[in-house]
């Protein structure tokens, strides 16, 4: 079992509809959890973290963990077509002092 | 506030060469992680350094290797080159942990 698992995608949208993207960690252990995007040829850029069950809202996204379940979503509301990217969930093992990414899930929004 | 430079941008080696990747992180974060990605596997982790101490590597073999300098400038070395070595080697550089800032990369090219 991969550590952080994510569906590849990819997960096609139209303009101003929501997208949610999700994933799921198999680590107990793990404190923090974050949500980059990648735009093709370019790096990881963070855009959200959260460390608490629950909703955390920035802008138009919004991350939800829920650590019993093990899971980690990102929902991106009134996507715009600048929003098609991969985005890669990721994993913070405190004591471990790594951070550990999922493969991705690719999203295109179709204006 | 300058971002995370690494260097060279672009390098092709043959098999059974070696290769060092410099990477100079945001000032004042004294961790720097190194990761390989590739499109089959993602991104991989490689090693983290802190105060020029590395405190985890991951599941790659030993011609893998890295050190971090007092100024927090980090290098990595891979010897005896195969063409699976083929990549975009990434670092990033953190004050807080999991919030990672990338460089740009380094893409090695193994022929």
């Known amino acids: 079992q991969k550590e952080v698992e994510q569906n590849s995608g990819p997960l096609s949208v139209p303009e101003g509809a929501i997208a949610s993207l999700n994933c799921t960690y198999s680590?107990?252990?793990?404190?923090?959890f974050f949500w980059y995007r990648q735009y093709s040829g370019k790096s990881p850029e963070l855009i959200m973290f959260?460390?608490?069950?629950g909703d955390k809202e920035d802008g138009r996204f919004t991350a939800q963990l829920n650590k019993a379940s093990q899971y980690v979503s990102l929902l991106i509301r009134d996507s715009q077509p600048s929003d098609s990217a991969t985005y890669l969930c990721a994993v913070h093992l405190t004591g471990g002092f790594k951070t550990i990414f999922g493969a991705g899930t690719r999203l295109f929004v179709k204006a | 506030k300058a971002g995370v430079t690494q260097t060279p941008r672009y390098l092709i080696k043959t098999r059974g060469q070696q290769v060092t990747l410099s990477c100079s992180p945001i000032?004042?974060?004294?961790?720097v992680s190194w990761y390989q990605q590739t499109p089959g596997q993602g991104l991989q982790f490689l090693f983290e350094?802190?105060?020029?101490?590395?405190?985890n590597k991951g599941n790659f073999p030993g011609r893998f290797s890295g050190r971090q300098f007092s100024n927090s400038r980090s290098e990595m070395n891979v010897s005896t080159l195969e063409l699976g070595d083929s990549a975009l080697y990434l670092c990033?550089?953190?004050?807080?942990?999991?919030?990672?800032?990338f460089g740009e990369g380094s893409r090695l090219t193994v022929l």
């Open positions: 959260i460390y608490s069950n």
């Open positions: 350094y802190f105060s020029e101490t590395q405190r």
């Open positions: 990033a550089s953190s004050l807080n942990p999991g919030e990672l800032f």
């Open positions: 000032s004042g974060h004294r961790s």
């Open positions: 680590d107990r252990g793990s404190q923090s």
